[in-house]
């Protein structure tokens, strides 16, 4: 019988151990395969471990800031989120698998890494240009764009984990070792990277600067990495393939790749259901998506550090069992959390009730309330990608490419579960149904698993069996989180409560609407007479009296400025704001709204939005303004932007420089931007730096204060603003503007008109030497969430009192500068603006003394609470010629009552 000799190469596999012998040792013993390693290898080890962590977490910051840079103009719908996040994990998948192919075996691991590394920092610095370069009208054609630009760089990302584990794992009993610690280190440094970001390198240096520094410890890791390789790691060869009987059927691999397909697309609809549960806990500001993310990363990587571990100090390869058993116990924990969620909002009161302050323990607090929700599953989770790749039992020679397949299965699971959650499942089937789905998935591939171990045992079939059906059918159920309410936009006032008090605050609303929609969770609560729109926990519109004050305003105050045709309105609400604009002659109005649940809650508004949905002139588009107005060519005479508070991520995106440029590029030669925002919760510098935004792209602008000092409103044009008298008056007398406005207590022109604060040298004043809000600095979206529980109303207007407008060159039609005066002092001081109405009314006598202007004086010193100065003022008046008799009888009988 003829033998083959040893160095025959039979199809392609080397049997050539002789010849790579002593290489092979030197290059193990160097990294730490064999016993005894060298205080080289050591060093190796570290510099491999601590580049991995470090290109982690540079990774994350990529995704981070080219997410945000394609949404700005994409648009940050839930399809357009989970489209971006899906092609990110998709390219990674390709690199995984490319990573697996024969030619990279060939290619020395350590070089490789670092030069992806290298490649990868230089290429990000090119990136912003890039995706610049890919705008266009299409969003279709600019996100396949976009994703071709992004995929060398995500190409290497995917790479990294196969090749490092090529080179810390050649003896096949140390894979799932080696793959445990480095997807540990690089998780972790995942970790670190948004915190990093967002804490510190986001507000020392902005969006793109971060991007650099990335850039640069890559290419400083390549550098590193390159310069010691000759030293820590001295040969490399490359790897032999053995004729090694396989242990275990071919079907192994297969369920293997299932599973951590199924596990990877689990996990990301876990992360995008948490994260919106945690947004009715806690609010969606940078920080809380941040903390979010970290703490489901952190569990990641602690369960793969503890695999690891395990797996070592047994010195075993993990088996099918112990797949089957990370994949129920993800699934078990995340059907757990579902009832823990509802109890989350007041565990998130009582815990801020026992932190010392807001600004030293929120962040803490907002860390321990995530890592209770999802610490169990996500360590489940990252325990499974080294459990798999010890069961795999790669040879040597194998390692690379079964560690890539496996790797590749899990990201395009990942990428996969992205775009199902945020574009499918959240928004039709909810946040519950969402994760239960997930479980059941999850269950089910650990059925596949367990049915396919020739020893398991019946019962376990049976139980996973029976939880494939119960995950679905029956759902946890809890009164907070189906109600919809958050308890942190009034955290200040929830604190005084004990959970008794909490359970009645629940119990007192009734729940008329509630749905998870695709970017927001939707409810609306009536509690007597008043019904309030709740976005993520947050009341966003209502019909009480201050927010009808704001919703109507933004309509009629521009409308009033100037007559229309056409109108946009960013931010649809209760519907209350766009019906007011359609009371008047406009010949169309597009309403922008990017959650379509907003739309169906706004029907139980009804009653005082005038039912906008109805009228024909309105066009409703669904989708992100921002976006849709930067593809649309329209010219409005007045857009209106109400969206919610600027701490908010996403919405930060429309309270920019480039958006207020966005808006002046699409508004008529004469037209006038409305633009809403608030003061409380808001500190001083804030405040400044919006007023300086706004200014920065309007040359002209006036703001108005509305009573009460919690909201803003501000009008924006290039040519100068004017309100007409007689118009004014005109409006006011039509009986649907006349109820309208009597129902937010303006009657006269100058009842609005004394909301005036600032206008154009004002503005100018108050935001002297302020800094702009623009998308690459985020300095509102960093700013405001620290100062959400502060209450700064008081000083903020104080300091735009300090610079008071000259409203008479505002007005026309209008009468003497003492008739101004007046008007103006008659409207502040039924506004209960007393000193301000002081003021007024000694400039109006000083021009002109009247009775009618005397007998106001003694009216508002009487209400200052100076009697003696009043009777004086008023028996003046009555010293004064003019005064019809009936008035002069009320003063006496005035005067009278005060003697009383």
């Not at 490399?236 to 397909?261: C, M």
């Not at 206008?759 to 702009?772: K, W």
């Amino acid at each position: 019988m003829k033998t083959a000799s040893p160095d025959v190469d039979h199809g392609g596999i080397a049997v050539t151990e002789r010849r790579a012998s002593l290489s092979r040792v030197l290059y193990t013993a160097t990294l730490g395969n064999e016993p005894k390693t060298t205080s080289a290898g050591v060093i190796g080890r570290v510099i491999l471990f601590s580049s991995f962590l470090l290109t982690g977490g540079t990774s994350l910051v990529y995704e981070v800031v080219w997410t945000r840079l394609l949404l700005l103009s994409l648009g940050a719908t839930a399809v357009a989120v989970g489209a971006v996040l899906g092609a990110f994990m998709g390219g990674m998948a390709l690199g995984s698998f490319l990573a697996g192919k024969r030619f990279a075996a060939r290619i020395e691991p350590v070089l490789a890494y670092a030069l992806i590394e290298g490649w990868t920092g230089l290429y990000g610095l090119a990136t912003p240009g890039l995706l610049k370069m890919t705008e266009g009208p299409s969003s279709a054609i600019q996100f396949c764009a976009a994703v071709a630009l992004l995929l060398p760089a995500t190409i290497g990302m995917g790479a990294s984990l196969p090749i490092l584990t090529r080179a810390l794992a050649r003896d096949s009993s140390r894979v799932a070792v080696a793959v445990g610690r480095l997807y540990a280190a690089n998780t972790a440094g995942a970790v670190l990277g948004p915190i990093v970001a967002v804490f510190w390198l986001f507000p020392a240096h902005g969006l793109l600067r971060t991007l650099h520094v990335a850039s640069a410890i890559d290419i400083a890791v390549c550098l590193v990495v390159i310069a010691a390789r000759r030293r820590m790691f001295p040969i490399w060869t490359p790897p032999i393939r053995e004729r090694v009987a396989a242990d275990h059927p071919p079907a192994r691999d297969g369920l293997l790749l299932l599973s951590l397909a199924v596990s990877g697309a689990a996990a990301m609809v876990y992360e995008v259901a948490w994260t919106r549960t945690l947004s009715l806990v806690f609010a969606s500001s940078v920080y809380g998506v941040t903390l979010m993310l970290s703490t489901y990363l952190a569990g990641l990587a602690s369960g793969s550090a503890l695999a690891s571990y395990i797996l070592r100090r047994h010195a075993r390869p993990a088996s099918l069992h112990a797949i089957a058993w990370l994949l129920t116990g993800a699934a078990a924990g995340s059907y757990l959390s579902l009832p823990l969620a509802d109890r989350l909002p007041s565990l998130f009161v009582f815990l801020c009730q026992a932190s010392p302050s807001h600004a030293a323990g929120l962040f803490p607090i907002q860390i321990l309330v995530a890592a209770m929700l999802m610490l169990p599953s996500a360590m489940c989770l990252g325990a499974l990608l080294p459990a798999a790749a010890g069961a795999a039992a790669p040879i040597p020679g194998e390692v690379g490419r079964k560690i890539a397949r496996l790797y590749a299965a899990n990201l395009i699971g990942s990428a996969a579960g992205a775009v199902l959650a945020a574009a499918v499942l959240l928004g039709n089937c909810g946040i519950s149904l969402s994760v239960r789905l997930a479980s059941s998935s999850a269950l089910a591939a650990a059925l596949v698993v367990t049915l396919k171990t020739r020893d398991a045992p019946l019962w376990r079939c049976v139980v996973l069996a029976a939880g494939v059906v119960l995950t679905l059918a029956i759902p946890p159920s809890g009164a907070t989180m189906a109600k919809g309410i958050g308890f942190y936009a009034g955290l200040p006032a929830y604190e005084k409560y004990d959970s008794a008090e909490i359970r009645r605050h629940i119990d007192s609303h009734r729940l008329l609407f509630y749905r998870d929609g695709s970017t927001a969770t939707v409810a609306v609560h009536e509690v007597g007479e008043y019904r309030m729109l709740m976005i993520n926990g947050k009341t966003d519109a209502s019909n009480g009296p201050g927010d009808m004050q704001t919703q109507l305003l933004l309509a009629h105050l521009p409308l009033m400025a100037r007559d229309a045709r056409r109108v946009a309105v960013v931010g649809w609400g209760s519907g209350v704001t766009a019906g007011a604009v359609l009371s008047y002659p406009v010949e169309r109005v597009d309403a922008f709204e990017i959650e379509p649940a907003v739309v169906a809650a706004s029907a139980f508004f009804d009653r005082v939005n005038g039912k906008p949905l109805d009228d024909p002139r309105l066009r409703l588009i669904l989708g992100d303004a921002r976006s849709r107005l930067r593809r649309s060519d329209a010219e409005y005479d007045i857009i209106i932007s109400e969206p919610s508070n600027p701490w908010i991520t996403g919405v930060a995106n429309l309270f920019t420089h480039e958006y207020f440029d966005l808006t002046a590029s699409r508004l008529a030669r004469d037209g006038i931007i409305c633009q809403w925002f608030h003061l409380y919760g808001m500190s001083e510098d804030a405040a400044r730096s919006l007023v300086a935004t706004f200014c920065s792209v309007f040359p002209e602008r006036l703001l108005f204060k509305l009573p009460g000092g919690r909201d803003v409103l501000m009008l924006g044009s290039r040519r100068p603003l004017r309100f007409s008298l007689p118009k004014m008056r005109r409006i006011l007398e039509q009986d649907g503007h006349r109820r309208s406005l009597a129902s937010v207590k303006i009657h006269y022109p100058f009842d609005l008109l004394v909301a005036l604060a600032l206008d154009t040298r004002g503005c100018d004043s108050f935001s002297r030497a302020a800094r702009f809000n623009t998308d690459d600095n985020m300095l509102i979206e960093l700013s405001a969430p620290r100062t959400l529980y502060v209450n700064k109303i008081q000083e903020i207007g104080l300091a735009l009192s300090r610079h008071p407008p000259a409203l008479i060159e505002h007005v026309t039609g209008h009468g003497s500068p003492a008739e101004v005066a007046y008007e103006q002092a008659a409207s502040l001081f039924t506004a209960g603006e007393h000193e301000a109405a002081l003021v007024a009314c000694r400039r109006a006598l000083a021009l002109e003394p009247t009775f009618e202007t005397q007998k106001l004086l003694g009216q508002i010193l009487e209400g200052l609470g100076r009697d003696d100065e009043a009777r004086q003022a008023l028996f003046v008046a009555l010293s004064l010629p003019d005064g019809d008799a009936e008035e002069r009888s009320f003063v006496r009988a005035f005067l009278r009552s005060m003697e009383r």
